[in-house]
């Protein structure tokens, strides 16, 4: 198999081509040997991103209603009391 390098900027749509490459490569069969394993839902629980440096989730701006014991807990840890809120529900649904 040949490495091909393509350049593309962000915003540029697929061309019809890319499309037509990606489609026949998902009829290929998916060969897995001891260099390329098959992930096994345990594997992947462990996956966490290198580091925020390269992943910035979208924040999204909610009405979210909390104990207010909850959040004078949090706010009494000073300032950027909701990243910290943040990083515990992530922590929750992630680990």
Known sequence: M?????TVQIGDLPTKEALKEVE???????VYDFDSPKLE???LHDFKPASSEYYKPKKVQI?????A???AAFKSTGKGYQTKIN???RKAIFE
Do not use: C, F, R, Y
């Not at 040949?2 to 393509?6: F, H, L, N």
């Not at 009405?63 to 104990?67: G, H, P, V, Y």
């Open 2 to 6: 040949a490495i091909v390098k393509k």
């Open 24 to 30: 026949e490569a998902a009829k290929k069969k998916i």
């Open 41 to 43: 839902s345990w594997m």
């Open 63 to 67: 009405t979210l209603k909390l104990d």
């Open 69 to 71: 014991d909850v959040v």
């Open 87 to 89: 990083d515990v529900l």
